[in-house]
């Protein structure tokens, strides 16, 4: 292998790192980014010692919205039926115990209608 023009004999290939966050498997090429952002920014910054609500990320995974659903299944977070999966989804903090998130695209004006993401899935396949 050659990096910056100098030939390294030991290194036969790549490192792979890039795994979908859905289905765990090889990302070949570039991967689909989502990331987790509020409209509002926090009022103070999460202190050292705790840890914040929501990672932002950015999540990576394969080209269909398939895994991205998976991937909120496995995490127990609801999805807006009223919206897409987009690069970038709005957090919002259901009114329930426990308490639960639900993701949304923010792009429409009516009232939210959070699903669980499995039967999203299957209504679209």
Do not use: K
């Amino acid at each position: 292998m050659e990096l910056y023009g100098v030939r390294i004999p030991t290194i036969v290939t790549e490192n792979v790192a890039a795994r979908c966050a859905g289905c765990g498997e090889i990302i070949e090429g570039r991967p689909w980014r989502i990331s987790i952002l509020d409209v509002v920014a926090p009022e103070a910054p999460v202190a050292w010692t705790a840890t914040a609500s929501v990672n932002p990320g950015p999540f990576e995974f394969h080209g269909e919205p398939s895994h991205v659903l998976a991937w909120m299944a496995q995490r127990g977070t609801l999805f807006c039926r009223r919206s897409q999966v987009r690069e970038t989804m709005r957090p919002v903090w259901l009114p329930v115990e426990p308490r639960r998130l639900g993701l949304c695209d923010g792009l429409h004006r009516d009232d939210h209608e959070f699903v669980d993401p499995a039967a999203v899935a299957a209504d679209r396949s």
